[in-house]
């Protein structure tokens, strides 16, 4: 056979033209491989970069983690200098503490300056930005804020889209970025809810308060909206591909996994629209509501989501979903726990409030508590009224506290002979706050005080707290506590305190300056008793100065100043004048502290940054109740 028949034999019957060109048309075996690229990555792990996904789960973590052992290590820092300063100056004259009022580190000042106390842009920090009267955006975050924020959001935007883009297969990649932001979205749902909880561990440890833990709460969970709507966004993406709009459809009616997943991506959606701040702000007792609501629907469905995956044990974050769903319910124990021991007892009973209208729309309540309870200054409650919309609880800080020591009824109703403290230990408490009227629950609260005339109203009421209370000031020489309004209730909290401490020798404060900006003398009232109180204490004279400015006084007959320590001034003060004069009379290292509106926290702000140098240690703390 010739070497031309020997090679055509070799390839076989030759076939006719036209089977050759049926043979262009794919067949069912091949479109169901074309089909098979596509649906596999619509389900399960398929496609997904599990590895990756649990390295860059843990360093999230970590990164979420460094920060916070940073901020534990200065304020272990903080903490032991502060310890310092007070044991050597506590009973140390003014004249002696210099060395405090100096700063010794050169580049402490410009830190404070221009990173810890600056706002992200010029002077506006805690002044609202209003559209509007009725409409407000809200406020913008500190310079140091912005930082941690947007190193938070950079690790997670890098995280996020850290994947393999050069995949032949674009479902294959719609696959891993799946995996990857339904991964991030569970990692970053575990801070979220620790930040969310007045009774967030944190707080304590770390010193921060509830208002920076608020603002992350906020911003992780945008993060976490966005990456939970990427997850299906890219699930949906290879859906339909693979069965078209209506498969999909189906898909979701009649799979557990998927509708649970779709409903958790829904619920944070609508949660997010109505966090909104024009529309939080606009309607927050409402939005308040519909949050806890929604938190547990996207917990649910997370939780149902997980589990009901086809994969031995379900997907691998379940674990994380359980422990975020333990946070959760351990935090609202907590707070029953806090509401049942402080009001609650078997001799005391409930807590009864008395409630009082006063002057210029505010309303003094006195919380009697039927136990002890241990309230240090600059601490705030929440608090809660029979009658007057009691699922509703809302924050105010704590004025005056008075303990009353137990009584012995062996004795005859008389005191026992043990120690002081640990009669009042024995006894109860009664806590004070004013609350400004404006709407809703507090002009509720105005109104049924003033339905009750010159009488007080007795009503049941119950207190949960009280939080914060970590700013303390018997390390300074030297205070200056401005207040705004009913903003006082947060600076008289620390005078009394301060003054005893003063007498018996405890601190290192040797001047406390109080300035109270109102718009009437009408406002004297809210805080006239306590007042008196101090103003009796002796040696009051000695360490305390009282600067009042009335904005709209009705009558120069009303300012009238009859003592060099408590005087009056009518409009408004210039701070940063006043604040220089105090500075040039420093004694120690000093404290400003401002509670009240925003405007006024940040001229505050503003005029202590001014006066950052190395010839003195001025700390700035801030009191505000931010949503």
């Known amino acids: 056979m010739s070497l031309i028949r020997r090679r055509i034999a070799a390839f076989g019957p030759i076939t006719p033209i036209l089977a050759l060109r049926d043979s262009d048309i794919p067949s069912t075996t091949q479109q169901q491989d074309a089909s098979s690229t596509i649906a596999p ?63 010794q580190w050169s580049w402490m000042p410009t830190l404070k300056k221009h990173l810890i106390y600056a706002p992200l842009w010029k002077k506006r920090h805690n002044r609202e930005i209003k559209l509007s009267p009725a409409v407000s955006i809200g406020t913008l975050p500190s310079r140091l804020h912005s930082v941690i924020l947007g190193v938070y959001l950079l690790s997670n935007l890098i995280y996020m889209f850290c994947e393999d883009w050069y995949q032949e297969n674009p ?3 719609a696959a891993e970025i799946r995996g990857r932001s339904g991964t991030l979205a569970l990692v970053n749902m575990v801070p979220l809810i620790i930040m969310a909880g007045r009774n967030n561990p944190l707080i304590a440890l770390l010193r921060v308060s509830f208002d920076t833990y608020n603002l992350l709460h906020r911003w992780m969970g945008r993060m976490v909206v966005i990456e939970a709507v990427i997850h299906t966004i890219a699930w949906a993406y290879v859906a339909i591909a693979a069965d078209g709009y209506a ?29 909104l701040s024009p529309v939080r702000h606009a309607f927050y007792e409402t939005f308040l509501s519909f949050h806890i609501i929604l938190a547990f629907i996207i917990f649910t469905m997370t939780w149902v989501h997980c589990a009901t995956a086809q994969l031995p044990g379900g997907l691998p974050q379940l674990s994380w979903v359980i422990a975020i769903f333990m946070i959760w319910v351990a935090e609202r124990l907590s707070r029953m726990f806090r509401l049942v021991s402080n009001n609650w007892s078997r001799k005391g009973g409930f807590t009864e409030a008395v409630i009082e209208a006063m002057p210029a729309d505010a309303t003094r309540v006195t919380m009697h508590l039927p136990r002890y309870v241990d309230v240090k200054p600059g601490t705030h409650a929440y608090i809660r009224f029979m009658g007057i919309n009691p699922w509703e609880n809302h924050p105010f800080s704590i004025a005056w506290v008075e303990h009353h020591p137990g009584i012995d009824e062996t004795l005859g109703g008389k005191e026992s002979d043990g120690s002081k403290e640990s009669q009042l230990k024995k006894g109860t408490t009664s806590v004070s706050f004013v609350i400004g009227a404006y709407t809703g629950f507090t002009r509720q609260l105005f109104d049924k005080a003033l339905a009750g005339g010159p009488r007080s109203v007795r009503i049941r009421a119950a207190m949960e707290g009280p939080y914060a209370g970590h700013h303390s000031l018997d390390s300074y020489g030297h205070a200056v506590l401005f207040a705004g309004a009913s903003g006082i209730t947060h600076q008289i909290s620390y005078i009394r305190p301060l003054i005893n401490g003063f007498n018996e020798g405890t601190i290192a404060t040797r001047r406390v300056t109080l300035v109270w900006i109102i718009r009437d003398t009408d406002a004297l009232e809210w805080v006239r008793p306590w007042m008196d109180e101090i103003l009796r204490m002796p040696r009051r004279r000695e360490i305390l100065n009282m600067r009042l400015f009335i904005t709209r006084p009705r009558s120069s007959k009303e300012i009238s100043s009859t003592s060099t320590t408590v005087q009056m001034f009518p409009g408004r003060p210039n701070i940063p004048t006043l604040l220089k004069k105090e500075v040039e009379e420093q004694v120690g290292a000093m404290c400003v502290s401002v509670c009240g509106p925003g405007a006024l926290a940040d001229d505050v702000r503003q005029a202590v940054r001014e006066v950052q140098d190395e010839s003195s240690v001025v700390d700035f703390v801030e009191e505000s109740f931010t949503w």
């Not at 398929?46 to 990164?63: A, I, S």
């Not at 498969?247 to 629209?273: C, E, K, V, W, Y």
């Open 41 to 103: 990555f619509s389900t399960s792990l398929n496609g997904v970069d599990q590895p990756g996904n649990m390295l860059f789960k843990d360093m999230l973590w970590w990164t979420l983690g460094i920060m916070a052992l940073v901020v534990l290590g200065i304020r272990l820092m903080e903490i032991g200098w502060t310890k310092l300063r007070h044991v050597s100056s506590m009973s140390a004259p003014a004249e002696r503490q210099t060395y405090w009022k100096r700063s």
């Open 171 to 173: 479902y294959s990649l």
């Open 247 to 275: 498969g999909m459809n189906m898909r979701l009616l009649h799979d557990s996994f998927l509708a649970s997943g779709f409903a958790g991506t829904i619920a944070l959606l609508i949660l997010f629209f109505l966090s």
